[in-house]
Every structure is written in structure tokens, then in C-alpha cells.
């Protein structure tokens, strides 16, 4: 029997149940996820921290024959080493000293016939890796301590918010994990590249906290302007925490821009040019090229370009031909 795809109005209400926006990117990335989230295919979500991506693996899991099943989320990055493998893998009874003489069934095991979201994979540890990759392509798993293997069904969604093919060039992740991995891999955009999202993103969580704390306030014009033009490196996650903070703290009825954190206003270069982790370098280079791409898409010539900046046409023809073919790093 041949597969339909939803109708548009019906893709637009499975969208909105779980994503906020209405970003072109973001409903190219959700109408991905509802074309591919009724089949088992592994996929990669990859993004920085803060842009949702666990709320994306929410969405593949629901929208999949699995959805009745458990959907086990494991923080790779949130597990101390020394626990992580025998709460993936379980382990047998007096495995090791402190071991319950019952053993215990790992994270993995309890996510039998459902999806396992692994979050921040790019934390697990290199022998990990190794044992992680055998169950994916044996779907057993044997216990700490134990020699029998046990069979586990599951569909695999995976994290990240490093740069997995720089890791492996670097000999920190192995090669046939990150393919085995990379059956379809999805980028979630940070939320400074769709600004336009910011004030639905604001009404959400106004509505929300406003219900939690028995509440009624709203944003002024000014303070959602002010939060627009904010980098929010911490994303989502941030902005949903700034808001309830405001919600909180607020006396009157309105949120406005004097009562935003002193950090919107004071941007330090780093900030500005997200310079964390870059080189100077690396940080002279970004400026550079957002200046070159803004001013080429305002004055639509190179020559208007060159005569702008004060440089040759020849100069600015070879910057942009080396900037439009590499990808965005902010």
C-alpha cells in the first residue's frame, strides 16, 4: 500500500504540537522529520547546546510505530565516567564492589522496542565507543561482569553538539561509529539566525510561566526588541530561563526593557563576535567575511564593494569566492 504524506494543514498541526517558530529552516528540518520518523533509519541530530534537539528526537519518536514504547534519553556529558558503562550496558550481580546481587538492566536494555536518544554522544569515552558500536550492529547487549547476551530492539537517535568529523580527523571518535551514526543527519539552527522566532519563543514561555505562578504579564514592544538583537549563546534554553526569571521578578503588568538582565546590554567583543574557542585569527577572519557577505548583498557588485571598503575589486571577488563556499562557523 503506497505511503501518503499529510496534507499541509495537517503537517502545520503535527509541527506546531511540538516546535515553536515559523522559520523557513526550522519547517524544512521539522517536514524532514515527519517524512522520515515513521521508518527506523538511524539519524543524527547536531546543533549547539540550548536549540532543542532533544525536543526534535521527541518529535521522531512520536511520530514513529515505536511511540507506545519507551523513549530513553541518556546524557552522555552527564553521567561520571566510572558509572557510565554499567548504566548503559546494566550489570550482573557483584560485578563490582557496591553492585546490587540482583544486577541491574542498563539504560540501553529498558529502552527494548522503543527509541534510544543519546544525547551528547560525543562525551562517551573512546573504549565505550567501541562496545556501543557492537550493539548497534548486533542489537545485544551483555552486562557488566556477565557473559550472556541479551537481544534489544531499538531505533536509534543520537546528539551532538561538537564537530563529530573534526573529532574523528582528531582520533577522539571512531570512524565507524560516527558512519554507522550518520545515516541522516539534521542541523538545528541557533535561535540568533532566526530571530523572527524570538517573540513567539517569548509569548510561549510568558503564557507558561504566567499559568505556573498564577501571573498575567506581558512583554513590552521595547524589552522583545532589545531580547531580538541579544545573541542568546545559550539558546533556547536560555531564553526560557531569562523569561521565567522576568515572569518572577516582575511587579507590574508589563515586562518592559529597563527590567531586562544587565547582560543584554553589556556585550563584550567576545560575545560579539563569538570568539570563545577561535583564534584571533579565526575571529578577525568571521568579521571580515559577515562584512564582505552583508556589504556585497546590500551594494550587489564587487566594484561597489571595493570602492566601500577600500580595497580592489580583485580582493574582494577572491574573499568571496573563499567565504560563500565556507560554511557558516558562528
Request: aromatic share 8%; proline share 2%.
Given at each position: 500500500m503506497k505511503r501518503t504524506e499529510p496534507e499541509p494543514q495537517v503537517r502545520e498541526r503535527q509541527r506546531e504540537?511540538?516546535?515553536?517558530?515559523a522559520d523557513p529552516e526550522i519547517k524544512r528540518i521539522t517536514d524532514t522529520i515527519l517524512r522520515i520518523a515513521p521508518f527506523d533509519a538511524t539519524v543524527l541530530l547536531m546543533g549547539e547546546s540550548g536549540v532543542g534537539k532533544n525536543l526534535f528526537a521527541g518529535m521522531l519518536h512520536s511520530f514513529n510505530k515505536r511511540k507506545d514504547f519507551p523513549f530513553v534519553t541518556?546524557?552522555?556529558?552527564?553521567?561520571?565516567?566510572?558509572?557510565?558503562?554499567?548504566?548503559?550496558?546494566?550489570?550482573?550481580?557483584?560485578?563490582?564492589?557496591?553492585?546490587?546481587?540482583?544486577?541491574?538492566?542498563?539504560?540501553?536494555?529498558?529502552?527494548?522496542?522503543?527509541?534510544?536518544?543519546?544525547?551528547?554522544?560525543?562525551d562517551l569515552p573512546l573504549p565505550l565507543q567501541a562496545k556501543l558500536l557492537k550493539v548497534i550492529q548486533e542489537k545485544k547487549v551483555t552486562r557488566v561482569g556477565g557473559i550472556q547476551e541479551k537481544s534489544v530492539d531499538f531505533r536509534l537517535i543520537a546528539a551532538t553538539n561538537e564537530d563529530i568529523p573534526g573529532l574523528v580527523e582528531r582520533g577522539d571518535f571512531r570512524r565507524d561509529l560516527f558512519y554507522r551514526l550518520n545515516v541522516i543527519s539534521i542541523t538545528i539552527p541557533p535561535i540568533r539566525k532566526r530571530k523572527g522566532d524570538i517573540p513567539r519563543f517569548i509569548d510561549h514561555f510568558a503564557a507558561k510561566y504566567n499559568e505556573k505562578y498564577g501571573k498575567n504579564l506581558v512583554f513590552s514592544d521595547g524589552a522583545v526588541e532589545r531580547m531580538k538583537r541579544y545573541p542568546w549563546p545559550g539558546n533556547v534554553r536560555?531564553?526560557?530561563n531569562t523569561v521565567e526569571g522576568l515572569i518572577l521578578i516582575a511587579d507590574d503588568s508589563v515586562v518592559t526593557e529597563d527590567m531586562l538582565p544587565a547582560s543584554m546590554y553589556a556585550e563584550t567583543a567576545m560575545e560579539k563576535y563569538h570568539g570563545e574557542g577561535k583564534t584571533l585569527k579565526q575571529i578577525l577572519e568571521s568579521v571580515e567575511k559577515e562584512i564582505l557577505l552583508e556589504a556585497y548583498e546590500e551594494l550587489g557588485a564587487t566594484t561597489k564593494v571595493a570602492k566601500a571598503l577600500g580595497i580592489s575589486q580583485a580582493s574582494v571577488s577572491l574573499k568571496l569566492n573563499k567565504y560563500k563556499n565556507r560554511p557558516d562557523e558562528r
Open positions: 504540537n511540538f516546535i515553536i517558530g541518556i546524557d552522555c556529558g552527564a553521567i561520571p565516567e566510572n558509572l557510565l558503562e554499567s548504566e548503559l550496558f546494566g550489570y550482573e550481580g557483584g560485578a563490582f564492589t557496591g553492585a546490587s546481587r540482583k544486577g541491574k538492566a542498563g539504560l540501553i536494555e529498558t529502552a527494548d522496542r522503543g527509541t534510544l536518544f543519546l544525547d551528547e554522544i560525543s536560555e531564553l526560557e
